[in-house]
């Protein structure tokens, strides 16, 4: 049976393989994204523990027969200089090959909306890879609209277009 919980510290190492994948999926989604380093792969356990720590966030685990095959991480961020004020991040969201199209990565949002629900939450933000066809269409069927685009080159190349425009 598949069940979804929130996190406990135990689930630090299972964690860590499950955002390892979220990485591996988002870096063959689209190649030109960020990669991470050897110092970063040391980093994750940390980077874990402070996700698991987080006052104002919520990690939940999906279950199935004991194995860790999902999880989500979402966080709420209060400011007075924007508005909404109190917005949602869906940071982190995975579910396992194998176990997708079964309806855990919408019972996982439903969870993080109860959440966000009883911290006031407006608006619900999140990022995804340009060429990530799962997370487009998961996120359209849920009514995300992107509003924001992050575009990248690397400097030799901007440098030889602008020469090319002198
Ligand atoms: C995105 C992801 C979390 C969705 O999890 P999931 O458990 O498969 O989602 P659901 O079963 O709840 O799917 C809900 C709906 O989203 C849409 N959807 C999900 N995956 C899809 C796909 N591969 N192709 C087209 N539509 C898809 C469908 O409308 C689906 O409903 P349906 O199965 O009734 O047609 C999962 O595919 C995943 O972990 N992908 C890799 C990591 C990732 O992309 N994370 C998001 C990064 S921002």
Redesign the pocket.
Same mark, same amino acid.
């Given at each position: 049976m598949v069940t979804i919980r929130p996190a406990t510290p135990d689930d630090s190492q299972g964690l860590v393989e499950l955002r390892t994948a979220?990485q591996r !999926?988002?870096e063959a +989604?689209n190649p030109r994204i960020w990669r991470n380093t050897e110092e970063g792969n040391r980093n994750l356990e940390a980077d874990v523990d402070k996700m698991l720590s987080d006052e104002d966030g919520l990690v939940l685990v999906v279950e199935d027969g004991g194995d860790l095959v /999902?999880f989500?991480y979402g966080r709420v961020v209060s400011r007075r200089d924007y508005l909404p004020e109190t917005v949602g991040f =869906?940071n #982190?969201?995975?579910?396992?090959?194998g !176990?997708?199209? %079964? /309806? *855990? /990565? =919408?019972? #996982?949002?439903r969870e993080l909306c109860s959440f966000f629900r009883a911290r006031d939450v407006d608006e619900v933000n &999140? @990022? !995804? =890879?340009k060429g @990530? *066809?799962? /997370?487009e +269409?998961?996120? *359209? %069927? &849920?009514g995300f609209e992107v509003v924001r685009v992050t575009a990248n080159t690397p400097l030799e190349a901007l440098e030889k277009r602008l020469a090319e425009l002198q």
């Open positions: 979220l !999926h988002d +989604s /999902g989500a =869906i #982190l969201i995975y579910v396992r090959e !176990h997708r199209r %079964k /309806g *855990t /990565g =919408i019972r #996982l949002v &999140l @990022n !995804h =890879i @990530n *066809t799962e /997370g +269409s998961f996120w *359209t %069927k &849920l």
